[in-house]
């Protein structure tokens, strides 16, 4: 029944994110990735759902449900979700890049497993792996001609207004959504700091941490008032 006296926020709209961390191999069994659970990506997909929105959720290797009513696409890499993501997000209204992409990827994908022995009289060395930059996934769908409306997250070890701040110059966007507290990821809770050109709103107003959905569905009422004034 509430469903029925719930205004839709998005009704009509459709919306496209990112979450979780990616995975660049190394080899055949070994790879480089992060911490993200894509938790806070998967609740904001539900929750920009039950607003109405029409949902693509591009998901790197996670282990959580399908939020229901959204369509899901899994990726690997950080290449991958950049193909997965590129050529879809002119046709939305909203962008959000939750997502941990990883910033480098091994510059060689070995084919073979890399041993640790070559050969038995060889002295031994640890390996050496050249990485080469990622493509950064938001700032390309912000610089679109035809771009959504985007939304970018950090999270920091230090400085997080400030980075928040230089990462909304840098890449283009209108609104970066700060993580507060050093340990945020893999949690069910969580405490958001946004951050635009007039300012910072905390998320709760009081700083406290507080579960994920629940803020998830405080920033989907907060996007769709953006996407409204805009
Ligand atoms: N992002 C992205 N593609 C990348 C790197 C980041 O889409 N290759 C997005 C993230 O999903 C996030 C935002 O950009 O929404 C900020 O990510 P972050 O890692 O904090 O910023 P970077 O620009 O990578 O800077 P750094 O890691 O050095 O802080
Ligand atoms: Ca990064």
Do not use: Y
Not at 61 to 78: E, N
């Amino acid at each position: 029944l509430i469903a029925f006296v719930q205004p839709k926020l998005l009704a009509g709209k459709r919306l496209l994110i990112t979450a979780g961390p990616t995975f660049e191999p190394i080899d055949p069994v070994r790879g480089i990735t992060n911490r993200s659970s894509g938790k806070m990506g998967f609740a904001l997909a539900r929750a920009a759902a039950e607003a109405g929105a029409e949902v693509t959720l591009v998901a790197g290797p996670v282990h959580l449900a399908t939020p229901h009513g959204v369509r899901r696409i899994d990726v690997q890499t950080a290449l991958q979700m950049h193909e997965a993501v590129l050529p879809r997000a002119a046709a939305h209204d909203i962008f959000i890049a939750t997502a941990a992409v990883a910033d480098w990827r091994p510059a060689t994908m070995n084919e073979h497993k890399i041993k640790k022995d070559k050969s038995p009289d060889a002295p031994k060395s640890a390996p050496v792996f050249e990485l080469t930059e990622n493509p950064d996934i938001l700032a390309a769908v912000a610089a679109l001609p035809d771009k959504p409306f985007c939304v970018g997250f950090a999270a920091e070890s230090q400085d997080l207004i400030k980075h928040a701040r230089d990462k909304l110059q840098r890449k283009g966007v209108p609104l970066i959504v700060g993580n507060l507290g050093p340990a945020t990821f893999g949690r069910d809770d969580n405490a958001l700091v946004l951050v635009d050109a007039d300012g910072e709103r905390h998320l709760p107003a009081d700083g406290q941490a507080r579960d994920k959905l629940s803020l998830a569905r405080e920033l989907v009422a907060d996007i769709a008032r953006r996407l409204h004034a805009s």
